[in-house]
């Protein structure tokens, strides 16, 4: 599943779908908070990323995934063969400890996804699409992040919401609490 040219928007489009300036669309793509590729030296974001932060349909768990995913995502694209044989080989696994019931059909898209390359492969760690974010809950990755890169993704994570925190002003706090 190849990410078509139709599917990308520039900044400057992104940027009237979520209502804010270019500059900020850009901040976001510099911080890692908006995926986007470059394309004749200009950035370019997939459709789908800047609708899932217009409503953001994703709880925190599954974006803590989300970020996991990227990271290995990173490992795909630097080693395939190496990161979808040791994928392969959870899948088998995963096969044998659970020999019926309601997992196999989570397998068996995986092995389609899997069977299709390492860019549909791609799309599926790293799009907030509903249809991925359920194939990432029953990821057949364990193992291909260390424990020392798992913390620092999900430390990444937390820092990148503190960004998002606005202090409040103290006369703000003191009206909230006489009003209680």
């Known amino acids: 599943m190849a990410i078509s040219v139709g599917e990308l928007v520039t900044t400057g489009q992104a940027a009237v779908l979520l209502r804010v300036s270019r500059a900020r669309v850009v901040d976001l793509c510099l911080r890692g908070l908006l995926p986007y590729v470059r394309v004749g ?42 990161v979808l044989g040791a994928a392969r080989a959870n899948l088998r696994r995963l096969r044998r400890l659970h020999p019926d019931g309601p997992d196999w059909e989570w397998l068996d898209r995986w092995d389609a996804v899997l069977d299709d390359g390492a860019e549909s492969v791609l799309e599926a760690l790293t799009s907030p699409a509903r249809s991925a974010v359920e194939l990432r809950r029953n990821s057949p990755f364990a193992g291909v992040l260390s424990e020392a890169e798992r913390r620092a993704v999900v430390r990444a994570y937390a820092d990148s919401r503190r960004d998002h925190a606005r202090p409040v002003r103290r ?9 209680v």
Request: proline letters at 6%; a positive charge.
């Open 171 to 179: 006369e703000t706090v003191e009206q909230v609490l006489k009003a």
């Open 41 to 82: 030296g200009q950035r370019r974001l997939r459709r789908a990323d800047v609708e899932a932060l217009l409503q953001p349909l994703l709880t925190r768990d599954q974006t803590v995934a989300l970020w996991l995913h990227r990271a290995i995502a990173g490992k795909v694209v630097a080693d395939p063969p190496g």
